[in-house]
C-alpha cells in the first residue's frame, strides 16, 4: 500500500492534491486540522478499485440461461457494445465488459451475464451478511433516498424480528426529521435525532452483547460545496466504519461517476441504488460502481417503504439493461 501525507489550505484543495498525486482510487485514511490547516493522509491500494469485501456472487461460468444468449461472439459483443451505448457506459468499461466477455467465447452459446458479474461487484446478500456489529450509514446526494432506504431496510429487519436502533443527523433539511419519524411511527419505533446520539450509537456496536442494528441516516450532500465536504470530513473522522452511498439510478454517469470518487475517498464501500422505477437507463449506476469497485448491495423500484428494497445480481441486471 503506498501512502502519503497532503497539506491544504481547505478540504477541496487537499482533496484535490490527493487525486492528482495517488490517482482517482485513493482513499483517505486519516485527516488532523492544524491552524487552519487540513492534512490528508492517503493512500492507494495496488489493486484498489477491484477489492471486494463483502461476498460478491459472480455468475457461474456455465450460466448462459435467460434472454442474454448467442450463438457467436460477434453477436454477443455487438449486444455488449450496443447495451454500453444505450446506457451510456463509457469507453472503460466497454472495453473492460469485453475483454472479460472473450473468456466465454470457447463455450456456445454465449452468454453476457457471467462477463458483467465479473467487472461489477454484485452482493444480493448484503444484509444478511450484515451484522449489529456494523452500523449502516447511509451517505449521499440531496434527494438521493436515503431517508426512504433507511425506513425500508429498519421495516426489513423489523420484519424478520431484529431489533433496530435509528438515528438522524439531518438536522438541517426542513421537514427531514418528520419525514423518518412519521415512516417509523407506523413501525412504533423511535427516533433519535442528532449528534449527540452518535458517539453512543456506535459504542453499541462495539459491544459483543449488542443485538441492534444501528440504521444512521445523513443530511443529502453536495460535494461541490466546500461546507458540505467539510461535514462528510468531520463526519469520517468521528466514524470509523465503511459508509453505504444511496445513489438515483436516474443521475447520469459523469456525475454518478464524480459523485462516487468523492464518497469513496471516505470510506464508501457498498452502494444502494433507488429509482430503478424512474429510469430505462441504468448507466450511471454501473459506472459509478465499477469506477470505485463499489458493492451494489440493494436496489429499490418505489417510494414505497413495503415495496422494500430488492437484492440485485447480474442475471437482473442484464434484464434491466437489455432493450424492451
Ligand atoms: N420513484 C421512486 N422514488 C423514490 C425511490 N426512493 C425514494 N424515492 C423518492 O425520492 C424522494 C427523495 O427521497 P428521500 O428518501 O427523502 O431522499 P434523501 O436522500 O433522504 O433526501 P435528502 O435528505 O433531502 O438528501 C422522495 O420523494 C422519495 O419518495 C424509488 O426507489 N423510486
Ligand atoms: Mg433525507
Known sequence: MQQTKITAPSMSQALAKVKETLGQDAIIVATEEHQGQITLTAAIEDNASSSPRLKTIETPRRTVTGSAVYTNPLEAIKAVCDICDEHQLGYNFCEQWLKELSNDFIVSPIGITRSLSAIIPFCPYWLDETSPKQPIILVGPQGSGKTVTIAKIAAILLSQKRKVKILTLDTIKAGGISQLQSYLDSMKQPLLVGKQHLAEALRRCEDPRNDEFVL??????????????????????????????????????????????????FNTQTLIATRFDATKHYGGLLSAAHTCGLQIAAYSDSPAIGDGLHSLTAEKMIEYLLPK
Open 216 to 265: 444512521i441516516d445523513t443530511p443529502g450532500l453536495n460535494m461541490l460545496k466546500e461546507e458540505d465536504q467539510s461535514f462528510l470530513y468531520h463526519f469520517f473522522q468521528e466514524v470509523n466504519y465503511p459508509l453505504t452511498l444511496v445513489l438515483a439510478a436516474d443521475m447520469n454517469p459523469v456525475d454518478a461517476e464524480e459523485v462516487a470518487r468523492n464518497y469513496y475517498f
